[in-house]
């Protein structure tokens, strides 16, 4: 069975840190790019950092770039997302996402994910 669970949301506080994991199982991990997304209360869900596999690339949308830092450990099939600085902006549920079965390069659009996870809350405060 595939699966991608998420975990490490919850509350931050405004200029504050958080770290979200994403951990797979069931299909080859080393071998997907993971995305991570997030869906903030009346917007539509947002690409936000990926991480190819092989070369471990970094992307990063605008809206996060200079604050959030993704990260790999193959060795336990975990993505990980640093928030830093957090603002109410931030608020969402964050999702990650994986793709490599037509190819394991970053992309931030949801179009072309093979599995997602179900996702985890996080929560700003100001």
């Known amino acids: 069975e595939v699966k991608l669970v998420e975990s490490g949301g919850g509350l931050g506080q405004a200029g504050g840190s958080l770290r979200v994991s994403c951990v797979g199982s069931?299909?080859?991990?080393?071998?997907?790019?993971i995305t991570w997304f997030r869906r903030a209360p009346g917007r539509e869900r947002e690409g936000i950092s990926c991480i190819s596999s092989g070369d471990g690339s970094t992307y990063y949308a605008d809206s996060v770039k200079g604050r959030f830092t993704i990260a790999s450990d193959n060795a336990r099939n975990t993505v990980y997302l640093q928030m830093n600085s957090l603002t109410p902006e931030d608020t969402a549920v964050y999702y990650c996402?994986?793709?490599?079965?037509?190819?394991?390069?970053?992309?931030?659009?949801?179009?072309?994910?093979?599995?997602w996870g179900k996702g985890t809350l996080v929560t700003v405060s100001s």
């Open positions: 996402a994986a793709r490599g079965r037509y190819g394991s390069a970053c992309i931030l659009e949801s179009f072309g994910m093979d599995y």
């Open positions: 069931g299909f080859t991990f080393d071998n997907y790019a």
